[in-house]
Every structure is written in C-alpha cells, then in structure tokens.
C-alpha cells in the first residue's frame, strides 16, 4: 500500500487539533470528532495536554484515504515547544500548515514556514476558521503570496483557466506544454508541490467540516510516493517512555525493513529490537516487521539519541530553534542534587526543547529551556514522574559570542612525553549558520587520523567566548596545519591542544556579544498605539505598523526577549485584556546593551582553569606555561595566515610580468580594437558616419600636469595608480621588491606622496590583497595619499575598473598602469591615461622641476656693505676717499 508521512503544523489557535479531529472523522478513524475545550480529542492524549488545550508532545495517528496510507503527526503550535515540532520536520514527507483566517499570517507562522524552507519539505495550506465573520479570501490569499510564497495558489478554483494560467508561471517546462497542449496533468501539478514551486491552498472551517474532505482527497491525489532504497536505514525524531516506564524510540524506516530482534548499532553501540509499535492516539499495534516509510517506536535501545541515524542514515542536522532562557531549578530541602540529576535526564531525553546544564562551581541544577510555559510544564512532569516539587528563580537569557574578524588560533600542549600543536583559522560566519568545522590540512603535514581526530574534538564540546564564557556561535573553524610526534603525542593530547587553539584564536579576535530577539505581532486598540510604541521603543525594539482597521492597529518588528519577556502580562493590563502579543523567536542578533552585560557577568577569561587561553610548551625536560599572547613567538609550526601573505606577495611578483617588459598599446592599435569590437554591430547604414578616434573619443593628455592645465570644467583630479603594476615597472622598485615587498611598497608610497604635493591631485594608490583569504577592503591614508588594499577576491585593476565606472562623470580622473587589457578598458570608460612608464618619467620630471624651482628661488647671492648704505653715507665715504687719495 502506498505510504504517505504528513505533519500538521500551526500557529497556537489556528485550529490545528481541530482540523487533525476532522480528517481522522472523514477518513472513518474515528466516529466522532473530539474538541480541544471538551479535552477529548483524539491525539492531545497527555493530560495535561488536555488541561491546557494545547499540544505539548508530538503524537501520530495512522488512517487510509483511497488506498493510501497516511501517518499524520501532530505537533505542538506554541512556541515553547517548537524543537519538539522542528525535531518531527526530519521524517516528513509532506506538511500541512494550518492557518486561521481570523488572524492571517502571524509571527510564529513566518517561522514555520522558514523551517519548512530549510528542511524542503512540500507543503499543503488549509486557511481554517472561514465561518468567522469578517473573513476574506481574497484579503488572505494575498495576503499568503506575500509573506510567504507567490506559489501559494488556491485549489478548487471554478476557473480552470486561471487555475492553469497560475500554475504555468511557476514552471518554463509546465508553461511550454500547457501552451502546447492546453492542459496541464495531475502528474505535472504533482511535481511542482514535491519541488515546492506550488503550495496549494484551502480554505474552509475544520469545525464544521467545510472543506475538509476535499482538503483530504487532494492530498491523495497530488502528492508522490517517496522511493526508497533496499538497505536498512532509520532516522530517529523522538524518545518518551510508556505507562510501565520503558523507554521508546521513535523512528521513520528510510529504507529496508525493520525486523524483531535485529541488532542496531551506530559504531558505537550495538542493542536489539525487542517490540516494534505502531502508535495510533493513545493506543498501538505490535508488529514484527516495519518496511520503509513507516513511523514506529521500538523498545530495546538504550543508547541512541533524538536526531540519529541507523543504517544509511546520517545524523540530522542541529536544531534551529535552541533555548534562549535558562533558570536555576531550586530542589526541596533534604533533595540531593546530585541524586536528582539522572531523573532530570531522563526528562531532557524526551524533551528535546529542554536542556539540564550541572554547574559544577555553583553546585547548581540549571535548566535551559524555551519559554516560561514551558516551566509549568516541566514542573509538574516532575511532580507526576517523581513526585518532587521544585521552584524557579526568575531566570535570565542565553547569551552567545561570535567574532568579526578572521584570526589564527594556535594551541600547543607539550608536558613531559606529551606533544601535539594545532593551526585553527576561525572565521565569522553568516548570522544564524552556528558553528561549522571543516579541514584545509595537507596530510604531508598532518596524517588523517589525526585531523579527524581535531574534528571530534572541535564538535564534541560546547566551546565559550571569551568576553561573558556564553557559547560560540556563527564562527567557521578551519583545521590549517598541526603537527604530532612520532613517539610522544597521545590522543588526550590533541584534545588539549584543539580547546587551547580555539581559546588563543578568541582571544585575539574581535568578539562580539550576541542575545535572543523575538519577532512580535502586537494587536491592540487604536487609542493605545502611542503606549505601545513607547513601550518598544524602551526595550530598544523595532516596529512598524502592519494593519489599522475598525479601531485596531497591529504592530509588528522585533526586540530583545531579555525585554520583552514578561510583555505579555503588561499588555494585558492596559488593554484590559483586549490586547493580544504573539512571540516567536528570530534569532541572535548584536546585544542592545554588551557593555552593561559584559560587566555584571564579570567573567575573565584567562582564570577560567576549565578553559585555559594560553598554551603548555617544553624546555629542559619540563612543561612551562605561555599566555596567550606570547604562543605565536613560541610556536614550532609557521603561521598560516602568515604563509598565505607571503604566497600573495609571491604571486604578485609572479603575475606582472606585463609590467616588466612595458609592452604599450600605441592610440592607433586602441583605435583599431574599439572599432572591431564596440562598433563592429552597427552594420554597413551607419558606415558613413564618421566615428572619432580613440585619440580623439577616450585620450586625455598623458600627465596630470596639462591635464589640469587644459580641463574643460572645474572637476577634481584623481590619479589611480596600480601599485605592484608600477613597482615591476620602476627598475629602482623592481630590485627592492625581490629582497622586501614592504620596502618597495613604502618607497612607491613616499613618491607619490611628494609627487602629490607638486601637482596637488588627490592620488589613490591600489594593491592587491585578494589571494589574502578573509581579507577585507582597507583604505589607509598616509600624508596626503590614499592607500587602498582590495578585499578577497577583488584585484587593483576591479577596484580600478569600479572607481573609473562610479565617478568618471564627477572627476577627471587618470589611470597609471601598463595592463595591457586594463588600457582599453579604462579608455573605455572615458578615463585618461598613463603608462607606468610615464607615471615614472612624470613623478621624475616634476620632482626635477621642483627642486630647480626652489634653487632658484633661494640660489645664493654675493652680499657687499655698499648695498645696504643709503645715498648719503655712500656720498660721504666717496668724498672722504677722494681727500684721502688728494692728500697722498
């Protein structure tokens, strides 16, 4: 029989239950739907499930509609609860998402929907509750398409031509044959919802059954039937425990069969089936064999953990949504923590939103958890299965640390007979991406096994930054080079090694603190609006308004949980009850207040003894420490991101050889290529036209000097010059660069800069840094120049490319290089022009002219007394020497 697995998801109210009660009804399961407020539906078995109206624990019902089997689960719509939901997402073939029509799209619906993006999962919409009144279709519809997919198409549209035509724009394939052929077949619908082009939509009232059955037949007849492989595969999604306390495994079968008494292992461990159940509701059926897309829970296996995988089946990728609350689980009097710790996870075990932390120097329970619904729950889960009450204190956020810039990490740890050094390159990752591991070590200087053993070690800890010890996040860590002994280094050795490489890599980087932020949907009376904006903008939120209708305003945006918290219950006050806030989480994002959080946690890293930042190395027979910021002067192995500079500049070096032979394109060649190539298409009706030169269309006069001479309007002179270009081309340059690149760098620099002062342009100077991996743009300034280093991947001659394209209408801007390629491109652009040769007889000339300038000026003159006296002395002195020679 055909075997479907389908999940029904919601926002919290949207009818989720309800809708599951009326698909169970239609398909014959059940014979009377059960209600949420009656506490007698048929999936929300756990009491206080029924107590709350809500669900808390994914549950499964199995049914058939014509000849198909379908595995419905059911999982939990408030936000509290989303990793049990995210954790069911693994093992669906297809979702239902639940939408109220009263309330539209909301905020924990947007979330859902990213889930079910990430996990590609195809998707069907039921828009419930269209008895209400106010609801609109078309309002809605759009209303879909908008903040969720242009896919969303309604289904059951009287209009076949319409409903054609919108599907035929989510396809070029299906739009081709429907033009051809008029029709488009249920097969190629089919297709398009299994690669999530279309999301078909319904809309009816799960409560009275409008809508439904048609709903339910739809499924069936637009979904595939997912193709699986003949050896053993299993993915695990679930652990709970049944009334007699034996633990079950809950499981879909990707592949094979599953068979009583068949021995499971994941390399690690090895255990036997012992029961294989099939759960429907509260109630199962035993069975001793399951084949390949079936959801069962076995009994026997003691080891595996929610998101595993048996057979062919890899572990499941972490979840999104993570804790963002943790609270101090305050224990009776006379209640041994350490006693009530393993009942507590046994707990966490079948909680996957829940996490127990011990803390070892507090001697404290902490409980991780996702909302303060979830407290009440966890507290009387606690009552029931161990008949113990315990309290919370009032709790706090989970913070997290990412960096912002690209470091070296390097950990040594070397104790007497001991030896292992690791090269971690960290670097930051995109919001929301966690943490990634990956290797770029050659195995001539690191054998395999030890890298893999780097990677188990970098995974298999909770590592902590460094300005609060909260977890790392979005950081991408790069095994780049190590080193062991033949003889000295021990596994444990590299362990110790890793953590500290991290550590030092933390320590050096630009760390930055990261908090919980919630995106809410704020509807509340027009008249308290302005209360409302006020209060958001305290809790240093953002918002905007998304409807105002009939007296209401709706507000959506985003805030710090750390804030917005306990909103819920202030909202409640000043609207009277009317108001009503829908959190969900969005993510981590830059904390609002980092100073403030970083000094009340108080937390130094470099006495943190469980985290050592600095490293252990060996002299005379014995194991020394060395902070952190003195490991790079002790390490044994190079720097990576030091090799990689080098490698750069050698490259560098290695690529201009353009330059060296000063190979330059005279006008009239420039002139030809422009012509075969910009004019080549114009054809022989515009021959006659005649065309202006490359001289005449794209030259300006070579030197800055007659260019500022003969501008034409007062624009500002920029000279663009091609570093490395000009240094291979400059025979002084040339000869330092092969001994010190940054000597001729600095030599390059200090010319131009003079050569500034002479001709008074603004002069930018370009150098490639694109080989430097992580590199970002820099643009320095020294004197009176501009120094620029390109980003990753980016050369001079782009950056050159995109400042001439950008500005050329605003500046007389000049390029100097010898590129042959960069010329024309650059008189392309309108740009003028000069070879790096020129550029060197020009800084030459003006610095001549300069000087015989200023000797000029200052050239030195005989000084006589005569010239300073005035007519009469000089009169004087004449009369007196005439007596004086009459005398004699």
Not at 538 to 552: N, P, R, S, V
Not at 630 to 637: E, L, R, S, T, Y
Request: contains cysteine; proline residues 3%.
């Amino acid at each position: 029989m055909r075997k479907l697995v389908i999940g029904i998801l919601a926002h919290v109210d949207a009818g989720k239950t309800t809708l599951s009660e009326a698909m169970l009804y239609i398909s014959g399961k059940i014979r009377r739907m059960g209600r949420v407020d009656k506490r007698d539906s048929y999936l929300d078995t756990n009491e206080l499930e029924r107590a709350r109206g809500i669900t808390i624990f994914s549950k499964q019902a199995v049914f058939e509609v014509d000849g198909t089997e379908i595995t419905l689960l059911d999982t939990p719509g408030h936000v509290d609860f989303s990793a049990e939901m995210e954790r069911t997402l693994q093992v669906l073939d297809y979702a239902i998402l639940v939408i109220s029509g009263a309330d539209g799209v909301q905020g924990h619906t947007q979330t859902l929907w990213r889930l079910l993006d990430v996990y590609k999962i195809p998707v069907f919409l039921f828009v419930n509750k269209m008895d209400q009144i106010g609801t609109d279709k078309e309002k809605l519809l759009t209303e879909l398409k908008k903040f969720l997919d242009d896919g969303c198409i309604e289904f059951g549209n009287d209009d076949e031509e319409d409903f054609y035509d919108q599907l035929a724009m989510c396809d070029e394939a299906i739009m081709e044959s429907y033009l051809e052929t008029g029709h488009i077949d249920t097969s190629q619908i089919a297709r398009l919802i299994k690669k999530r082009k279309v999301f078909p939509c319904f809309f009816g009232s799960a409560l009275k059954l409008e809508g439904v059955e048609t709903f339910l037949t739809s499924i069936v007849k637009y979904t595939q039937t997912p193709a699986y492989p003949e050896e053993f595969g299993a993915k695990i999604f679930k652990i709970s425990r049944d009334e007699q306390g034996n633990r079950l495994t809950h499981m879909k079968i990707t592949g094979g069969k599953l068979k009583v008494r068949d021995a499971l292992t994941n390399g690690k461990w090895e255990e036997k089936v012992n029961q294989i159940r099939i759960y429907s509701g509260d109630k199962y059926e035993v069975v001793d064999e399951v084949e390949a897309g079936a959801v069962c829970a076995v009994t026997g296996l003691s080891e595996i953990r929610p998101g595993e995988g048996l057979g062919i089946e890899h572990a499941s990728r972490t979840p999104l949504l993570e804790p963002v609350l943790t609270y101090q689980i305050v224990l009776p009097e006379g209640c041994d923590p350490r006693a009530m710790l393993p009942k507590l996870r046994e707990i966490e075990e079948e909680e996957p939103e829940l996490r127990i932390v011990w803390d070892e120097e507090l001697q404290e329970i902490q409980a991780q958890i996702m909302g303060e619904v979830q407290i009440e729950i966890l507290q009387s889960i606690i009552k029931e299965s161990f008949d113990i009450d315990v309290t919370f204190d009032s709790g706090r956020v989970l913070y997290k640390e990412t960096i912002g810039n690209t470091v070296e990490g390097v950990g040594h740890f070397e104790p007497l007979r001991h030896y292992a050094e690791v090269h971690l390159l960290l670097e930051p990752g995109e919001r929301g991406s966690g943490l990634q591991f990956a290797l770029n070590c050659s195995e001539d200087v690191l054998e395999k096994n030890w890298q893999n053993l780097i990677l188990t070690h970098l995974e298999e800890k909770v590592h902590k930054g460094v300005l609060t010890g909260s977890p790392i996040t979005d950081i991408k860590i790069t095994l780049v080079s190590g080193r062991a002994h033949k003889q000295h280094t021990q596994g444990g050795d590299f362990r110790e090694a890793t953590y500290r490489a991290v550590r030092q890599g933390l320590m050096q980087a630009e760390s930055i603190l990261l908090e919980p932020y919630y995106t809410f949907r704020l509807e509340i009376p027009e008249k308290m609006v302005g209360r409302a904006m006020t209060d958001i903008e305290q809790m240093h939120g953002t918002y905007q308004i998304l409807e105002a209708k009939d007296g209401w305003v709706v507000l959506g945006g985003s805030a710090p949980v750390v804030n917005m918290r306990n909103y819920h219950s202030k909202v409640a006050a000043y609207t009277k009850g009317q108001g009503r806030l829908f959190c969900s989480l969005k993510g981590y994002e830059p904390c609002h207040n980092s100073s403030e959080v970083i000094k009340s946690i108080g937390y130094d890293p470099e006495k943190d003894a469980e985290n050592p930042t600095g490293s252990i190395f060996c002299k005379n027979g014995a194991g020394f420490s060395v902070s952190w910021d003195k490991v790079i002067d002790h390490m044994h192995v190079e720097s990576y991101l030091e090799q990689r500079k080098k490698e750069s500049v050698e490259e560098a070096v290695a690529n201009k050889p353009r330059a060296r032979e000063e190979k330059w394109i005279s006008l009239e060649e420039i002139d030809e290529i422009i012509n075969r190539t910009y004019y080549a298409n114009q054809g022989k009706k515009s021959s006659w036209k005649k065309r202006k030169s490359a001289r005449e269309s794209y030259y300006r006069p070579r030197t800055i000097s007659s260019t500022i001479i003969q501008k034409e309007e007062p624009k500002e002179e920029y000279l663009l010059v091609d570093g490395y270009n000009v240094i291979f081309a400059w025979p002084e340059l040339k000869e330092i660069a092969y001994e010190n690149m940054d000597a001729a760098r600095v030599k390059l620099v200090e010319s131009l800069s003079n050569y500034q002062g002479i001709r008074k342009c603004k002069i930018i100077v370009v150098f490639d840094a694109y080989r430097v991996k992580g590199h970002r743009e820099e643009v320095l300034t020294h004197n009176n120049i501009y120094i620029v280093y390109t980003k990753e991947a980016q050369t001079a001659d782009h950056y050159i490319e995109k400042f001439v394209h950008d500005h050329h209408k605003k500046y007389h801007i000049t390029v100097a290089t010898s590129d042959a390629l960069e010329q024309i491109i650059i008189r392309g652009k309108g740009a003028a022009l000069l070879s790096a040769r020129e550029l060197i007889e020009e800084i030459q000339r003006a610095s001549e002219g300069a000087m015989q300038a200023y000797q000029a000026k200052h050239k030195t003159k005989p000084n006589y007394l005569i010239d300073e006296l005035s007519a009469e002395t000089k009169k004087n002195i004449s009369e007196y020497m005439r007596n004086e020679n009459e005398k004699e």
